[in-house]
């Protein structure tokens, strides 16, 4: 089972950036695809981005594209979330999500979440 825990939300104004950060324990996750989901008050978890276990690959949602860069660390149980150039309609609470499959990442439809961290836009 993979534990996944998110860090890094907080509060920032629009136009600033934040960096939200993801640690996976358990001994398959370097081999997992990993991602980030997002769900705002009254409304659906969404996606927001993923990367492949290697790397080589990423998925972004529109509504983030060209602002937010997902990456992964040096030894790959670790995922992090550059956000640039914040809007007030990305304040939601943030979720770091792990699967075997990339495209499984991306649909949302793995086991693997974290407790999600809160990140406030003010406009």
């Known amino acids: 089972q993979v534990q996944l825990v998110e860090s890094g939300g907080g509060l920032v104004q629009a136009g600033e950036s934040l960096r939200l950060s993801c640690a996976a324990s358990?001994?398959?996750?370097?081999?997992?695809?990993m991602g980030w989901f997002r769900q705002a008050p009254g409304k659906e978890r969404e996606f927001v981005a993923a990367i492949s276990s290697n790397g080589g690959s990423t998925n972004y949602a529109d509504s983030v594209k060209g602002r937010f860069t997902v990456a992964r660390g040096n030894a790959k149980n670790t995922v992090s979330l550059q956000m640039n150039s914040l809007k007030p309609e990305d304040t939601a609470v943030y979720y770091c999500?792990?699967?075997?499959?990339?495209?499984?990442?991306?649909?949302?439809?793995?086991?693997?979440w974290g407790q999600g961290t809160q990140v406030t836009v003010s406009s």
């Open positions: 999500t792990s699967g075997s499959s990339f495209s499984g990442v991306v649909a949302g439809t793995v086991g693997s």
């Open positions: 358990g001994r398959t996750v370097r081999s997992y695809a």
